[in-house]
């Protein structure tokens, strides 16, 4: 096994291994510890040839997986913490963020398992939440630490994620348990909409170095990041105030276009990109390290894992 090391970007060449699940388990320390060091690390050369083959991937790396609670968008469920990627249209980004930063237990580590790399695009970046928090101005930053950031949800039948899907059950009951438990305010509307608001840390520490890491969705779903078609018909259909997801300041001020703008501008410049080979396994620092979704062609599959939950 060689090691090549790209600053965010640790890269380890498995070589020849008859199993990926085994040489997983038998490199996990190795592994953990490059994540540490450096926020990610790829791992080349594993023979996954096969969704099972990167279920148990992914399962080496993570061991105990967390479920999912509050997805904003779809994916299919393999158990234990290890699901498909989010469905989302594939000509669509899904921009820089840290995986549920919106959630009050967040999975520490992430791992994303290739089964099929697409034609074209579709590339898994990473950024160092550390250095795009330095970046950002410092008037934003304090603003964010002193009100946080918030986060409205509108669940309808008709466009992104039932509500009893990101919430697991069909029990209004369970949910509104669930949202009091939370910190979430909820509403019911109509027959089958609801309606549900947080306020979140924009900057946490890394829970072993103390670190400040930018940890947050604000970018990613908040409206000025949609396509603008798109904004444009959800805010015709269901009204500004009732778009699937947007993001504010904390105190409930709205966020311009700029100010997103330059969020994602300074992302793309702390971007490190690598494109996806067959039997690729990316494990990531979910609190150090964002990551997005770029758009793709042609068919792709990666399996993802949610491990060491940690609550904020």
């Known amino acids: 096994m060689s090691e090549q090391l790209t600053g965010l970007l640790a890269r380890l060449d498995a070589g020849p ?12 320390t190795r592994i953990r510890d490059s994540v540490a060091a450096h926020g990610a690390v790829l791992v080349r050369g594993l023979p996954i040839g096969d969704r099972a083959a990167a279920v148990a991937a992914v399962r080496a790396v993570i061991v105990d997986g967390m479920a999912e609670r509050e997805a904003f968008a779809p994916r299919d469920s393999y158990g234990g913490g290890v699901y498909s990627s989010s469905h989302w249209p594939a ?12 959630v009050t237990e967040v999975p520490r580590l992430l791992a994303f398992a290739c089964v099929t790399p697409p034609v074209a695009g579709g590339v898994t970046a990473v950024a160092d ?5 330095r970046d950002l101005p410092a008037d934003l930053v304090e603003r964010f630490e002193r009100h946080g950031w918030r986060l409205t949800r509108s669940y309808n039948p008709l466009v992104g994620t039932a509500w009893q899907n990101a919430f697991g059950t069909k029990d209004r009951s369970e949910v ?5 438990n939370n910190g979430l305010e909820a509403s019911w509307q109509g027959d089958d909409g609801l309606v549900t608001t947080q306020t979140r840390a924009a900057v946490v520490a890394h829970p072993d170095s103390g670190d400040r890491c930018w940890f947050n969705q604000i970018a990613f779903l908040n409206e000025w990041t949609m396509d603008p078609e798109v904004r444009e018909f959800l805010t015709h259909e269901f009204g500004s105030e009732c778009l699937p997801f947007n993001t504010f300041f904390g105190d409930g001020s709205p966020l311009d276009r700029k100010t997103v703008d330059h969020i994602n501008e300074v992302y793309e410049r702390h971007t490190v990109r690598e494109p996806w080979q067959r039997g690729d396994l990316l494990v990531v620092d979910n609190i150090r390290t964002a990551h997005s979704r770029e758009p793709y062609r042609g068919a792709r599959e990666i399996v993802v894992g949610l491990g060491e939950p940690l609550r904020l």
């Open 91 to 102: 000509d669509q980004p899904m921009c820089m963020h840290h995986e549920l930063s919106y």
């Open 17 to 28: 291994c008859p199993d990926a699940a085994s040489w997983i388990s038998e490199h996990r």
């Open 129 to 133: 939440a550390r250095a795009v928090l």
């Open 176 to 180: 509104e348990r669930y949202c009091e």
